[in-house]
């Protein structure tokens, strides 16, 4: 279970954490979502949590910033959930998390809204993002990213929601709801470990396997 | 306000209409077979071809009458005998 925190969990009681961690057969992991607003911003707060154990999210809809992110090795996904920030991908940024081995999230979250002309218009920007992602061969994940409980809907709905509305072919669905997540937490494992140096290259102790 | 079979049927063709037009309305031969409203489950019948279009529609179906709602697919069989006995054994 990947839990989100409001305000990146600033006024999270250290017991409460405690206690969630606590609950049997979960593992939880957390995310840090950052919306910096400059790169200094961006730079500034990448600094304190390199060696975070939390998976680490940029959202911006500044581009200079999203390609800032994606070179940077500590950042695990970038972000184009909000419409506003879907409308800004580009094949630049998805090539560099390509390189980088790190993630594109995008969410259903604005395609079930009340409004009809909202809802066709957040579609359309999201089947864009998909098929550019596609095309490219692009390493991404979906959520839900829902705010109402009503809207939470089971994983395999969902794998069929992408694949007739946003022409994403059923494995590819699949993988983006279970094994990139698994893809994503093994990154985020693997930036912890000092021994790590990129994909495939580990430095290991004589006699370790 | 309790929900009826024909507003549940009526809500999952206006989702089909809504998200994939006549065309594909057309191919699944939708029937709604069983709902039982105090267990909380149905049996729709529709053609295999349009599984993923159905769960789908289903998925998107968001407020019946005012109330909102949540339908989520459990399983899908390829006859009704079968889902008839998982519906058994579901309910024991």
């Given at each position: 279970m990947i839990v989100e925190l409001e305000n990146n969990g600033e006024k999270m009681r250290s017991d409460l954490k405690r206690r969630i961690e606590e609950i049997p057969n979960i593992n939880v992991k957390y995310r840090t979502n950052i919306n910096p607003k400059n790169l200094e911003s961006l730079?500034?707060?990448l600094k304190g949590i390199g060696q975070s154990s939390n998976i680490i999210v940029i959202e911006s809809v500044d581009k200079k910033i999203q390609i800032q992110a994606a070179k940077d090795s500590r950042v695990d996904v970038i972000s184009f959930s909000e419409p506003a920030v879907l409308k800004t991908i580009f094949p630049g940024v998805i090539s560099l998390t390509k390189q980088n081995h790190s993630f594109i999230e995008f969410s259903l979250a604005p395609i079930i809204v009340k409004n009809k002309s909202l809802q066709?218009?957040?579609?359309?920007?999201?089947?864009?993002?998909?098929?550019?992602?596609?095309?490219?061969?692009?390493?991404?994940i979906i959520s839900g990213n829902f705010d109402d409980i009503y809207s939470l809907r089971h994983?395999?709905?969902?794998?069929?929601?992408?694949?007739?509305?946003?022409?994403?072919?059923?494995?590819?669905?699949?993988?983006?709801?279970?094994?990139?997540?698994?893809?994503?937490?093994?990154?985020?494992?693997m930036r912890q470990d000092k021994n790590f140096i990129e994909l495939g290259v580990k430095l290991i102790n004589r006699g370790e396997i | 306000m309790p929900l009826n079979k024909q507003e549940i049927l009526n809500s999952i063709w206006a989702s089909l209409w809504k998200y994939f037009g006549l065309k594909e309305a057309s191919r699944v031969g939708l029937w709604l077979v069983d709902i039982n409203f105090l267990e909380g489950f149905g049996i729709i019948r529709f053609s295999h071809q349009t599984k993923e279009i159905v769960i789908s529609a289903l998925t998107l179906i968001t407020e019946i009458s005012g109330n909102k709602i949540v339908l989520s697919t459990i399983k899908t069989s390829g006859t009704i005998h079968s889902i008839q006995i998982t519906k058994k054994l579901l309910l024991k």
């Open positions: 730079i500034k707060k066709s218009k957040n579609l359309r920007n999201l089947y864009r993002g998909v098929q550019l992602a596609n095309k490219l061969n692009a390493n991404y994983p395999r709905a969902l794998i069929s929601v992408c694949h007739t509305l946003l022409g994403i072919s059923l494995l590819r669905a699949k993988n983006s709801f279970s094994k990139n997540v698994v893809s994503l937490l093994n990154r985020v494992q | -």
